[in-house]
């Protein structure tokens, strides 16, 4: 898989080195990445089961079915571009943290939260 502004290994297990993320999902953050113009570090993509802040879920999280990734976020500007497009790009899961955005493309009911 070929990606404009990604490479698979960017998102790597950080515990495992395993990867199972979706293509169409890293298609989906490519997007993103070139509405907001700017560029994306990614603190966390592809989690295995075996990840310490996934044992302790009771269900695994979008991160283990490659369909999640942290954004690591410089100031307010950043986070605000990265919210209003994932937003308009159909993301349906945004988590709001100080150093990081989270983005993933879940299932179920669109949620937004704050770390």
């Known amino acids: 898989m070929e990606f404009k502004y990604f490479k698979l290994s960017d ?3 950080q515990e495992t080195g395993e990867n199972g993320m979706q293509g169409s999902f890293i298609e989906e953050l490519d997007k993103l990445r070139e ?3 700017f560029p994306f570090i990614i603190t966390s993509g592809f989690r295995s089961l075996e990840h310490s802040l996934e044992k302790v879920k009771s269900a695994p999280g979008t991160h283990c079915k490659g369909l999640a990734a942290d954004i690591r976020v410089a100031n307010g500007s950043e986070r605000m ?23 993933d493309k879940r299932d179920s009911t669109p949620v937004l939260w704050c770390y």
């Open 11 to 13: 998102f790597d297990c």
């Open 35 to 37: 509405v907001c113009g």
């Open 81 to 103: 571009m990265i919210v209003k497009h994932a937003l308009s790009l159909g993301f349906t899961g945004i988590g709001v943290a100080k150093s990081f955005i989270h983005v």
